[in-house]
């Protein structure tokens, strides 16, 4: 997803990614933000902070996919996916819940569509960042899914 995109949607500001192709997948996914910004969007939505590129900025998932008949019903949603361009061209809108943004963004070159991340193992030798991410995850695990 492009910015400022991917941060609408880690926000839980944009609830649905409209898209031209259809997918069987449903479950968590990582959200990527590629190097490029969508300056005139972040105009148009009036968007003026910095966004974090070239990296995985959060997580969500998708639940569900609706199919649109007609322009209109995607104009329709508009509040919810943000688009103002290419309508036409998009017959899916993928259907997000769960959003969360990362506090630390994990650099990473991304690809087109859904792709497989296999982070590395890596020494963190900064233990306030290790607490962190450990009371992150406990609160994620037990609180989230409890």
């Not at 996914?29 to 190097?35: A, D, E, R, T």
């Not at 966004?51 to 509040?79: F, H, P, R």
């Not at 819940?97 to 900064?126: C, M, S, Y």
Request: with cysteine; aromatic share 10%; glycine share 6%.
């Amino acid at each position: 997803m492009s910015q400022p995109f991917a941060d609408l949607i880690i926000s839980g500001k944009k609830t649905i990614e409209l898209r031209k192709w259809n997918t069987n997948f449903r479950g968590e996914f990582l959200v990527h933000s590629p190097i490029k910004i969508r300056t005139e969007d972040c105009k148009k939505l009036k968007i003026k902070k910095k966004l974090v590129t070239g990296a995985i900025v959060g997580k969500a998932e998708l639940y569900d996919i609706k199919k649109y008949n007609s322009l209109k019903e995607i104009k329709m949603d508009q509040k919810h996916h943000h688009a103002t361009k290419d309508l036409d061209n998009k017959k899916y809108g993928f259907i997000l819940k769960n959003a969360k943004p990362f506090r630390i963004p994990i650099p990473w070159k991304g690809h087109l569509g859904f792709f497989e991340v296999k982070l590395p193992k890596t020494v963190v030798k900064n233990t306030d960042i290790v607490s962190d991410i450990i009371d992150e995850e406990f609160r994620y695990q037990w609180i989230g899914h409890h």
